[in-house]
């Protein structure tokens, strides 16, 4: 949609042009440690330079672009040691919210988060091609309607920081095609807990969600760095 067709001022084409460079370097279009030119996203996405410079300094201010005096913005790159840092602060908060998801949900909540889970179960069966964006959209519903509950927007904030600044890395090292089989299950396990209201078991399913996913990641990455 172009820009000068959008209604509601300059802070929704600020927003729209964050969503759009947000989802891009997420899905992988912009690799880590890639120059940002402003005149190339403006024409992107068809608007002033503008509306792109406030969009980089709010995905600056997540993390995922990095500015460099004098010589523009980059894809922020991150380091074996700064994705365990980061997962390490996910399993943290995400066991908090978890827990608190638990004590607040109420009947509602529990209908909805059984429906995504039912729908991840019922996609990438056997003979069926993977589709690694479907999936990872799946897992976000899942982990936002869950995290919802919590009614806490601080501990939400963390945690989509902390996801989206691993997520290119998800996506470079195949956990999403790898893992789906176990994600699906731990998924189920943590709607159980959630669903009968169990705080410390969701939050510990939560836990171990976050630290497996982080295993499988960082040692796929080891080994890319050493081969």
């Given at each position: 949609m172009p820009f000068s067709q959008v209604q509601g001022g300059a802070s929704s084409v600020v927003d729209i042009v964050s969503t759009q460079l947000r989802d891009a370097i997420l899905r992988g279009v912009y690799a880590q440690n890639s120059p940002l030119n402003q005149d190339e996203i403006a024409n992107w996405v068809g608007a002033s330079?503008?509306?792109?410079?406030?969009?980089?300094?709010?995905l600056e201010a997540e993390g995922l672009v990095t500015q460099r005096p004098r010589r523009g913005y980059i894809v922020t790159p991150l380091?074996?040691?700064d994705i365990e840092d980061a997962f390490f602060l996910r399993a943290a908060v995400e066991e908090r919210a978890g827990y608190l998801a638990a004590q607040n949900r109420q009947?509602?909540?529990?209908d909805e988060l059984e429906q995504i889970v039912l729908l991840g179960e019922s996609i990438d069966q056997e003979g069926q091609p993977?589709?690694?964006?479907r999936s990872a959209g799946i897992n976000s519903r899942f982990h936002e309607t869950l995290f919802r509950?919590?009614?806490r927007p601080y501990l939400i904030r963390i945690m989509t920081v902390q996801r989206n600044l691993i997520a290119m890395y998800v996506r470079i090292g195949g956990v999403v095609a790898r893992d789906a089989t176990r994600t699906k299950r731990e998924h189920r396990r943590i709607f159980e807990a959630f669903r009968d209201g169990n705080a410390e078991l969701t939050?510990?399913?939560?836990?171990?969600?976050?630290?497996?996913?982080a295993k499988l990641l960082v040692e796929e990455l080891k080994r890319r760095r050493d081969t």
């Open positions: 330079r503008v509306p792109v410079r406030e969009a980089l300094k709010r380091d074996i040691n009947q509602a909540d529990i993977f589709d690694a964006d509950c919590s009614g939050a510990a399913e939560c836990r171990g969600h976050v630290e497996h996913s």
